[in-house]
């Protein structure tokens, strides 16, 4: 008597400001008998609204969204859904949100853009139990930071060149809009390392950012 092994589905989930990477993804996978896109949100809080009605495997989380963004997102499916990986997708590529998101819990990093191959390679990988990172981002990530710096209350972080570069704008009082054209990034982007300096430096608004950058003469 011969017995057929079913391959347990993964079940996933995609968090993205643009549904188009949902449908791309699930149209991606119509070929592959053990994975399935089943849900879409748009943003951290629409993914909570997602999990009370779904069930999931694997979170694909893009960090740059509205409102409760990927890392944020993350830190807290870590507390409320231990059991669902999140795999971070995202076109950053910069040592901070790698790092912010593999330490709050992120299973791997994966970049957007990938081809068909080392997209599905990734989620075997992180629902084999391991962890996978692009390439690109691991370089990044052993590269280290760029500069070592002091915060108000003596600890030592470390800033990245483009994190560095956004404190000097800001400094000269330039919008989100006007720091993302110099940049090359979404205003969504700087708003992010903005509200992660802020939390790496430990100060309360932009006017203290600005502050940090007068008081070492970076501008």
């Known amino acids: 008597m011969h017995f057929e092994i079913s391959t347990p589905m993964i079940r996933i989930l995609v968090?993205?400001?643009?549904?188009?990477?949902?449908?791309?993804?699930?149209?991606?996978?119509?070929?592959?008998?053990d994975m399935q896109v089943v849900a879409y949100a748009n943003s951290g809080r629409e993914l909570?609204?997602?999990?009370?009605s779904v069930d999931i495997d694997l979170v694909l989380m893009d960090i740059t969204l509205k409102g409760m963004d990927g890392i944020d997102a993350t830190r807290r499916m870590r507390k409320e859904h231990k059991a669902v990986k999140v795999l971070a997708h995202s076109d950053l590529t910069e040592i901070e949100y790698a790092n912010s998101m593999l330490i709050e819990g992120a299973a791997g990093y994966l970049l957007k853009g990938v081809d068909k191959e080392t997209f599905l390679h990734a989620i075997r990988t992180v629902m084999d139990g391991q962890k996978y990172v692009s390439p690109p981002v691991q370089r990044n990530i052993d590269l280290g930071y760029t500069w070592t710096d002091k915060r108000v209350d003596g600890a030592y972080v470390g800033l990245t060149e483009r994190e560095r570069e956004v404190i000097v704008l800001i400094?000269?009082?330039?919008?989100?809009?006007?720091?993302?054209?110099?940049?090359?990034?979404?205003?969504e982007t700087v708003k992010t390392h903005r509200k992660r300096l802020m939390a790496k430096l430990d100060v309360r608004s932009s006017a203290g950012l600005v502050k940090y950058a007068v008081d070492r003469k970076w501008v």
Not at 48 to 52: G, T
Not at 171 to 187: D, P, Q, Y
């Open 15 to 33: 968090v993205d400001a643009q549904e188009l990477v949902a449908q791309g993804l699930r149209l991606w996978l119509t070929d592959i008998p």
């Open 48 to 52: 909570f609204e997602r999990l009370k």
């Open 171 to 187: 400094a000269m009082e330039k919008t989100n809009e006007e720091i993302a054209m110099a940049l090359e990034v979404s205003v």
